[in-house]
């Protein structure tokens, strides 16, 4: 036994076994048709075919044997049994199996050898231990049901357990060698002549012939059933046979064991052992009544038949008869036998008897009995079920059902009447929490403690299935007649519909399984965890969900839907899931495959034949709600399938609609449906032929579950399983009606497309991916042949491996879910669910998640983009200030076109990488971003949005540089004339003092050097730049502006002489028509939005006025451009307020006001500055130190160099360092620790909301609601210094800009002063400034007043100069460390808070009802959303009759049945629900939860009175309950 037990490669499973568990994952075999190779195979092929059905299981052999020699002429072939050492008998294979498998996976085996009509092992020999035993715990699960003929009804039937069937037994057993194959003459005996089947292996068979070499002493055993059907049925009533391998001389044991348990015994013999002593001492016996089956008779035999006094009628000769014949004269005497000996047994009883022969009986086992004795301690309390039900287990039944459809009318709000949204839902509330009282008040009950008890034991899946195989028993009373009651009624459909309806209540209150006893857990667990965390009955309970994701790991199935309240225990899956994640992690990723379809159409036996698992299968509607159960996937296959496990859902069958009108259960099978679509990757429509009418009905179901899928952007696939088609062409031939399918798929769609208002959707394959040539897949009926003696059939098992291997193709192609991410779509689903109008309130976290992940990255490529882009746009501003003051050798239009042009160029490619990534990001799967497809296309539109933007800020920037630059050649040239000038009369001078022969004393020097300068500066003429009336220009682009608008506008700036008068004071709103008509209840609040939008707008172009005079330039008419073109922008963001022309003109002149008059001033300084006989005047202290070295001959290199430095390359690098480091600062804040609060827009809102909670005054959220612009761009400064403030980082980003300068600098001034080609230090300061002019803009009358009047030795000079600028460091770096925050912030030309506000604020659109600001990613969504909204009371709005602050939330309101009314719906009521018709560009996800904006409500709730006091109104009447400081940081943390 040894030998071949390692030949077969199960040496390892004699001591440990084999498990189902093992046996049942998917590992490469499992879904490959590799040919054997090898004796080790044959095991697994022998167990694989098993589990999928497969009649061929048993013929199983080594490939390699097929291609052997043909060996019929070897001469050493005289036996009819083959010794072929690569050939095993299979009932060797078998027996090696059995001896090798733990008891669960034997009783899985003899379950499924069963239903394949294969014999199965009674007594099971054990050749290496010499002990026997009786396989009864293997044979428990066998149900069967058959018509014997007795019975009175004829349309009545037997279902029970077949260990239970009290049946006559005959036993077939061999005595020597006989030329007659007993178990190929017994099939025939068994079968009907056009229903033969191979019950047991016999030598005709693949290998049959072989030695057996363990199996010999196996006894096995068969049944025969009838069908009720006379032409059919070969024996009228049910006979149990046992069939004996091997000889009985040599098994003395097994044949005692056969005598005693059987009513007859049919004995093959040998005629020369007759006279054995077992015939001898047998024969004597009333029962068993022995049966002789020889070959032929002879006179030997006559002898011995007399010698021992047998009857000559017991004896069967086959002689010349044929089998035909001689079969049917083994029939009789078997009919005639059962009829006249009314001995009968059952595998019980049989279990007794071999006790007395000290046979082995497997369920003997100490931990079976333990199980046992705990399940009959439960069962033997039940005497009605449904009272059983009602005592011990009452969290159930009329409690849940209450509970689930208050759950679904918190969301539905169908019976609210009059009453306020919040007061109904606090109604509810209460009445929910009433009901969690009166569950946990119930003490858990007795049986309950014992169930709990046991699945925490080692014995648990024996006490399991005790507890399973005693709760069938029970049911098998009451509810296979119901069953058949309720199919028969429902084929009548016209007969009594309440019938029906009664009669489906029956069988749920009549069912009573195992499902039950874990629905009270987790109904125990839910009431519990309703109790506060402290109490002691939640401790208690706490453990419960692990102890069912052990049961999950361990192969049972775990209720999803609960089918009975149609309800989905939220907290207790989320318990479960939670406990299976821990367990299992990091191996954590699922694929899921779903069964739907019409009830009894087979589903729960396909998945069961599909995969091995053990689905509930019975006919009439027996599952209810939906079942799931864990397969592993073997290592081998886990990077192939991408996931650890396979998730198996099986779920009850829909109704047709005129049985869904009987009890309403259309809505329930609506939400199963789209629940299970939902959660699966592949779904299976199992569609009956003989249910092909209300087929039609079921599909409409589930194409309106694809299409809600469509929406959300699950993708999945879907594949049509037609049962019951037996032609071998039907793929072919089924072409036409696949083609009607799909027609009216197509129908079906347009019709849920319209009533999903979504007509996009035409066809079925818009909705999802179905190919009408692998889509289908034809699978024949079950059985071959009429049961309950029908195997199933051949074709069945093959369709369904093909399918199986399809599945697992299809999964390839699928990315995973991890457990926990499972969880969260089936929560979010059934929250979508429990609200009808499906489409529009599906919020799920995981969409939520990839759009925002999505938003994260969109985030990080606009940011290096504008990064760049503003880099490249300081560089081509400097080139342009710098232009024509080292070389002249092309204009300064011509640069600007150039640059221009590189510009469009970087800001293409920049697009082109963006548009790139993102669709990078959609191929790389990861991050669930098929649930984002959507919005794809918005990211994409945002991406060229952002290049124009960028383009037009760069064109902007370039254009007032030119025209800076250009305003600045004309002063440069004049001033250059002065210096020149200077220049000859300084040298002119210093010639006439040296011919003095006296050596002239400082004073006299200086007395020549003043009356130089008089008379040189009085010959100079005055010539500067003219003043300009800036004032008038303004109002020329003004009037420019608004030239096109029409003759209204035209009369009323006709009014306007000049800008004088306009832009004193505050700008004040007054509804005196300069807004559109406004109806009177909106006028206050209309005036306060227009006030705060024109006092933002005011402070906005203030900054930017402010930041002009910093800047010291000259005025430039691109800054009235600028100003014209915020107000324009501001406007059109706002075009909902509808201002009139009249408003919109007195902003502007406003505006316009002021700036001229700053304006005007700016370039009133500027000209001052900048005239050349002052900038002479400047500079005259230098000509003189100069005239006085140059006379003394002294060394002026470092002289000049610090003039230089302190002239020329210090302001040039405090510009350079105020241009960059607003935006290094900003970076640092998007890309370092802050980068979560700036990474999206509802980050960051979520982030200001959290503060605004912690500081928690009336007066900061006031702010925040009244001027969420100013508040946000304070809180973003305040980050930024609370972020440089630490740890000394403001001081170190300014050191590292100097640093990286400073080092430029000096290399500048080293390859300088190596140039061969510079030999004066004009040219070396020349040369120095090229090298840096693309960062630094140097002022040309100073570096052309360094190179004059200079006799430094140019090596000398530029060490000189690496002094100074060595000194500009250290002075710079004190600098630093002495100026304030807000100083530097003041100066700096890029302020970091614009930016940042820049980025969150989005594109600044507020919901219409509350206000808050919109957080949609990129700038061109299609859609605006907010995630947290608020009470509109906040927004100001009041009830017009009460005055009291309305407290209604958006995202409530636009889900109840409330409507609205305001300027925009022109003062008529509009439905909340239909807000989108009034605001298409927003998208407000309905959620009518009491959770949803607990922050606001608590907001609203604290500050009531004070909200009131300002808004001068009347405090609202607050209608939800006691929502805490804990409850407001909750949903922040969910949002």
């Known amino acids: 036994m040894k030998i071949l037990l390692e030949n077969l490669g199960l040496a390892e499973c004699y001591g440990k076994k084999l498990t189902l568990h093992r046996l049942l994952q998917i590992n490469k075999k499992s879904v490959t048709d590799v040919p054997v190779q090898s004796l080790s195979d044959l095991p697994w092929l022998f167990l694989k075919r098993l589990m999928l059905l497969q009649r061929t299981a048993r013929s199983v052999k080594c490939s390699s044997i097929d291609g052997a020699e043909d060996s019929d002429w070897d001469d050493d072939q005289d036996s009819t049994e083959s010794d072929c050492p690569q050939l095993v008998n299979p009932l060797d294979v078998l027996t090696a199996v059995f001896l ?207 010698k021992l006094n047998l009857k000559k009628s017991n004896f069967i000769f086959k002689a010349s008869q044929n089998d035909a014949d001689f079969v049917h004269k083994i029939q ?356 009956a032929m003989e249910n092909s009418t209300e087929m039609k009905d079921i599909l409409q179901i589930i194409v309106h579950a694809f299409l809600r899928m469509k929406e959300i952007g699950k993708k999945h696939t879907c594949l049509f399983v037609h049962q019951n088609v037996a032609d071998v062409s039907a793929h072919v031939s089924n072409m036409r009606d696949r083609k009607f399918l799909l027609e009216q798929l197509d129908e079906m769609t347009k019709a849920a497309a319209k009533m999903e208002k979504k007509l996009e959707f035409s066809k079925f ?80 976290s995981l969409v939520a998640d990839a759009y925002m992940k999505l938003c994260t990255e969109f985030n990080k490529w606009d940011w290096t983009l504008r990064k760049q882009m503003h880099s490249w746009a300081l560089e081509a501003e400097t080139k342009i200030l710098n232009h024509g003051k080292f070389e002249n050798s092309e204009s300064v239009e011509d640069v600007r076109s150039r640059l221009l042009r590189e510009t469009e160029a970087k800001l293409s490619k920049g697009q082109k990488e963006i548009i790139d990534k993102i669709k990078s990001y959609y191929q790389q799967r990861e991050g669930h971003v098929e649930l984002v497809e959507n919005y794809r296309q918005d990211f994409i539109n945002s991406a060229t949005s952002l290049k124009m933007e960028l383009s037009n800020s760069v064109t902007s920037k370039l254009d007032a540089a030119v025209s800076r630059r250009n305003g600045m050649i004309k002063v440069e040239g004049i ?47 005055g010539t500067g730049l003219k003043q300009q009336d800036i004032k008038t220009k303004v109002l020329l682009h003004l009037m420019m502006s608004l030239k096109s608008r029409g003759s209204s506008m035209a009369q009323s700036l006709d009014k306007v002489k000049d800008l004088n008068s306009h832009g004193h004071g505050d700008f004040v709103v007054k509804n005196d028509g300069l807004l559109s008509t406004i109806l009177k209840f909106f006028s206050a609040q209309k005036i306060k939005n227009v006030q705060e939008m024109s006092d933002n707008l005011i402070r906005d172009c203030w900054e930017f006025v402010k930041a002009k005079r910093e800047s010291k330039d000259d005025y430039d008419d691109t800054y009235i451009r600028r100003i014209l073109n915020m107000i324009d922008e501001k406007l059109k963001d706002n075009e909902d307020l509808k201002l009139k022309e009249d408003f919109e003109l007195s902003l502007k002149l406003h505006i316009c006001g002021f700036a001229s008059r700053e304006f005007q001033e700016i370039h009133n300084k500027f000209i001052k500055q900048n005239n050349p006989r002052t900038a002479l005047e400047n500079f005259k202290q230098t000509y003189r130190s100069d005239f006085i070295d140059l006379y003394r001959e002294q060394d002026q290199c470092q002289r000049k160099a610090d003039e230089f430095m302190k002239n020329c390359l210090k302001p040039a690098l405090e510009r350079y360092i105020s241009e960059n480091l607003g935006m290094k600062m900003a970076d640092k804040m998007v890309t370092g620790e802050n980068s979560a609060i700036f990474g999206t827009r509802t980050t960051f809102q979520i982030s200001v909301l959290k503060n605004l909670l912690d500081k928690f005054k009336f007066e900061t959220y006031l702010h925040f609601i009244s001027s969420y612009e100013t508040f946000v761009k304070t809180f973003i400064l305040d980050k930024i210094k609370k972020h440089f403030s630490e740890e000394n980082r403001m001081f170190t980003l300014e050191e590292n800009i100097v640093n990286e300068v400073i080092s430029e600098i000096k290399k500048a001034i080293e390859e300088a002063g190596q140039d061969p080609k510079i030999n004066d230090i004009k040219g070396f300061i020349e040369n120095f400034c090229k090298k ?196 407001a940081e909750k949903c922040l943390n969910i949002n």
């Not at 050749?127 to 007795?150: C, F, G, T």
């Not at 005497?333 to 019980?348: E, G, P, Q």
């Not at 439960?378 to 079920?385: A, F, G, L, Q």
């Not at 899956?573 to 019409?598: A, C, D, H, Q, W």
Request: charged share 25%; net charge neutral.
């Open 100 to 306: 090798c498998s733990d008891s669960f996976l034997q009783q899985e085996m003899i379950m499924k050898m069963s239903m394949c009509q294969f014999a199965i092992p009674l007594l099971l020999p054990n050749s290496d231990s010499n002990q026997i035993m009786l396989m009864l715990w293997a044979m428990r699960d066998i149900v069967k049901k058959y018509r014997p003929h007795s019975l009175s009804d004829a349309s009545g039937f037997v279902e029970e357990r077949i260990v239970l069937s009290n049946l006559p037994l005959v036993s077939f057993v061999r005595l020597g060698r006989c030329n007659i194959s007993k178990s190929e003459i017994l099939n025939k005996v068994l079968s009907n002549p056009q229903q033969y089947t191979d019950t047991f292996v016999h030598l005709n068979m693949g290998c049959g012939n072989i030695k057996k070499k363990i199996s010999n002493g196996l006894v096995e055993m068969a049944w025969y059933l009838p069908c009720g059907n006379e032409n059919i049925d070969v024996f009228p009533e049910p006979i149990a046979i046992a069939n004996l391998r091997g000889d009985i001389l040599n098994f003395e044991t097994q044949f005692s064991f056969l005598c005693e348990a059987s009513t007859a015994v049919f004995v093959f013999f040998e005629s020369q052992l007759l006279e054995t002593q077992f015939i001898s001492v047998s024969s004597q016996k009333p029962t068993p009544q022995l049966f002789f089956v020889g070959d032929s008779n002879n006179n030997s035999i006559k002898a011995t038949v007399k």
């Open 975 to 1021: 001033k250059k004339t002065y210096m020149d000038t200077m220049e000859k009369k300084v040298l002119n001078l210093l010639k006439n003092c040296r011919k003095n022969d006296t050596d002239m004393s400082d004073d006299k020097l200086d007395e020549a050097f003043e009356k130089m300068w008089r008379e040189t500066v009085n010959t100079l003429a």
């Open 765 to 844: 394959t818009d909705v999802l991916k179905y190919d009408t040539a692998t889509g289908d897949h034809y699978i024949p009926g079950l059985w071959h042949g009429n049961p309950p003696m029908a195997p199933v059939s051949i074709g069945y098992s093959e369709s369904v491996y093909n399918l199986k291997k399809h599945i697992m193709e299809i999964f390839k192609s699928y990315e995973s879910y991890n457990i926990n991410e499972f969880l969260k779509w089936t929560k979010d689903l059934w929250t979508a669910v429990k609200f009808e109008n499906f489409i529009f309130s599906f919020r799920n």
């Open 332 to 687: 009789s005497k078997l009919r005639d036998t059962i009829n006249n000996n009314h001995h009968k047994t059952s595998v019980i009883r049989l279990a007794e008897i071999a006790r007395n022969l000290r046979i082995l009986v497997d369920e003997d086992s100490k931990e079976c009995q333990r199980a046992k004795k705990i399940a009959d301690e439960i069962t033997s309390k039940i005497e009605d079920i449904v009272q059983f039900k009602k005592q011990e287990l009452p969290l159930q039944g009329e409690i849940l059902m209450k509970l689930a459809k208050l759950e679904k009318e918190e969301y539905r709000l169908k019976n609210i009447g009059d009453k306020k949204n919040d007061d109904y839902k606090k109604e509810l509330k209460n009445q929910k929490k009433k009901l969690r009282e009166e569950q946990y008040r119930k003490d858990i009950s007795f049986t309950m403690s014992c169930f709990i008890s046991a699945i925490s034991t080692p014995e648990r899946d024996y006490f399991l299935k005790w507890l399973r195989i005693a709760l069938e028993n029970r049911s098998h009373e009451v509810l296979p007649k119901l069953r058949e009651l309720y199919k028969q009624k429902c084929q009548d459909i016209c007969g009594n519909k309440t019938e029906i309806a009664e009669l489906d209540k029956k069988i749920s209150n009549s069912s009573l399984g195992v499902e039950h006893f874990i629905r009270e857990m987790s109904q125990l667990y839910e009431a519990a965890v309703s109790l506060p965390e402290y109490a002691p009955n939640r401790k208690q309970l706490e453990h419960l969900p692990r102890l069912c994701a052990e049961l999950l790991l361990g192969g049972f199935s775990l209720e999803l839907v609960d089918g009975d309240s149609s309800n989905i225990p939220e907290k207790w899956l989320s318990g479960v899931f939670y406990e299976l994640n821990r367990m299992v992690e990091p191996k954590n990723k699922i694929k899921i495959v779903t069964v739907l379809g019409v009830q009894s159409s087979g589903k729960s036996t396909l998945l069961n034949t599909m995969f091995g698992v053990q689905f509930a299968v019975s006919s009439g509607r027996c599952t209810r709600g939906a079942f799931m159960q864990l397969i592993k996937v073997a290592d081998d296959r886990q990077a192939e399938l991408k996931c650890d496990y396979i998730v198996i859902i099986d779920t009850e069958g829909l109704k047709s609609p005129e049985l869904a009108q009987l009890d309403n259960s259309h809505e329930h099978d609506n939400e199963l449906a789209t629940i299970v679509v939902g959660l699966s990757d592949v779904t299976i429509v199992n569609i």
């Open 1332 to 1527: 840096l002019e693309k960062k630094f803009v140097f002022p040309k009358d100073a570096v052309d007043k360094i190179s004059t009047l200079n006799n430094a030795n140019l090596k000398r000079f530029a060490e000189c100069l690496q002094c100074s600028v060595m000194d500009m460091d250290k002075s710079l770096k004190v600098s630093f460390q002495a100026i304030d925050f807000q100083s530097k912030i003041y100066r700096l030309e890029t302020k970091p808070q614009d930016v940042l506000f820049q980025r969150v604020h989005g594109c600044g659109k507020q919901c219409p009802f509350c206000k808050a600001p919109c957080e949609a990613g990129g700038d061109k969504h299609t859609k605006h959303f907010v995630s947290i909204h608020r009470p509109e009371g906040l927004g100001r709005y009041r009830f017009d009759d009460s005055k009291k602050l309305v407290t209604d939330i958006c995202s409530s309101s636009v889900h109840g049945n409330s409507s609205f009314k305001c300027g925009d719906t022109k003062d008529q009521w509009h439905p909340y629900k239909e807000y989108s018709k009034i605001y298409p560009d927003w998208r407000i996800d309905p959620d009518p939860s009491i959770e949803a904006s607990a922050y606001w409500k608590y907001v609203m709730a604290e500050f009531n009175e004070q909200f009131a006091e300002k808004y001068n109104a009347k405090p609202a009447e607050i209608p939800w309950g006691k929502i805490t400081k804990a409850d």
